[in-house]
């Protein structure tokens, strides 16, 4: 029951903020405002298995479709930059895939909360998550890679990126 009521506050929330506020709302203060908030939330969630099974759940259909585009499978190695304290992409990647999957963060807080989350959900053996900065990350082992909306700087994230794959 109370599952479900989480379910439908989280459900109506998403619809609220992307759909209703957020196309009214210059770009980059909407995204500071929702780093600031996903960063907290994301912090309570990691702590608790029913918060983190949801917002898993809420995310669950874009990043199947996300696997079916890259078409990553468990042979592939994959890199992602600005996880978080609630590594979601990174979880269902190996939930999904298997493929053994590298997630990094600069903030050492989320590091620890991320680390203990992996740990709590048995996903260590393909999931390891490293306190590192996209901008200075080697990344030519990797086939798929994803930079996450949270991170600070994604144009300089993604020259990187385009200097350095493939080397």
Partial sequence: MLTSHL???????????????????????????????????????????????????MYQEILTKEIFLAQISQHDRVLVIGSGSLPVTPTLIVRNTQAKTIAIDKDPVAVKDATHYVISQNLERNLKIEYADGLTYPVGQFSVIFVLYGVKHPAEILRHLANHINQ
């Fill in 7 to 57: 379910e439908q506050l989280f459900s109506f929330l998403q619809h609220l903020i992307f759909q209703q506020i957020g196309g009214k709302i210059r770009t980059n203060f909407l995204k500071n405002s929702m780093d600031s908030a996903f960063i907290l939330f994301e912090r309570i969630g990691s702590k608790f298995q029913i918060i983190s099974e949801i917002y898993l759940k």
